[in-house]
């Protein structure tokens, strides 16, 4: 069974600072999903990717499938960026393939 | 719809109370998956259907879950006799295959979850 850690599991920032969750996990996958998470809220997917890296708007994720590493990077930080952050495994064991992280709970303050 | 909707998205249930949580995936999506939430935690899988077939519920926490999806759209997950560890917020995604090897490769929407308080 793939483990997936998430650092840190909480971080509070100020409004503008770089902010980076890291997430590993210990078997090969096909894919990572990252996913945010509201408060009151559902999930929506931000990103799945396989290699290398993917940007949009100010969320850049990378991934480093030789070291079983993946980052989610946050640029000029935004009290609406507030939310939890979650990657998913995907490693095709199981139905949906996906073990999740315990997400990161990031707050900005402005 | 534009989305995965879910409701109720607020349960208030007293111990021993059944409960029956609706999904209404996106039109069209083959795929449905449940998930159970608790403070805290990560998603954690609970069964799939693909179409009406309920291909896997190895996640179900006990034989008081169950969950159907009778035509292959609409879906509930019911709680039968609720018990305080029942407290969760449900989850529920639909998605389609993105053509790749793996199942886990679905490009998956989900819905923003329905959450069960039992007293």
């Known amino acids: 069974k793939n483990e997936v850690e998430q650092s840190p599991q909480n971080l509070t920032a100020q409004e503008g600072e770089f902010i980076t969750i890291n997430c590993s996990y210990s078997?090969?996958?096909?894919?990572l999903h990252w996913l945010q998470q509201h408060p009151g809220g559902g999930i929506v997917s931000l990103f799945m990717l396989s290699s290398g890296k993917k940007k949009h708007g100010r969320l850049i994720a990378t991934i480093n499938i030789q070291e079983k590493h993946s980052s989610l990077h946050i640029t000029a930080s935004h009290p609406r960026d507030s939310a939890v952050y979650i990657c998913a495994a995907v490693s095709g064991g199981g139905a949906d393939g996906l073990t999740f992280g315990k997400g990161t709970h990031l707050i900005i303050q402005p | 719809g534009a989305g995965v909707s879910q409701s109720p998205r607020y349960k208030v249930a007293k111990r021993g109370q059944d409960v029956a949580l609706r999904c209404d995936p996106i039109s069209g999506h083959v795929s449905l998956f449940w998930y159970q939430q608790a403070l805290g935690q990560g998603p954690e899988f609970l069964t799939y259907f693909q179409n009406e077939a309920q291909l896997d519920k190895s996640g179900l926490p006990s034989d008081r879950f169950f969950a159907e999806r009778p035509e292959g759209s609409v879906s509930t997950l019911k709680i039968q006799r609720t018990q305080q560890e029942d407290s969760a917020v449900y989850l529920c995604?639909?998605?389609?295959?993105?053509?790749?090897?793996?199942?886990?490769?679905?490009?998956?929407?989900f819905g923003a979850g329905s959450r069960l308080t039992v007293l």
């Open positions: 078997v090969g996958i096909s894919a």
């Open positions: 995604a639909s998605g389609v295959f993105s053509g790749t090897v793996f199942p886990g490769a679905n490009v998956l929407t």
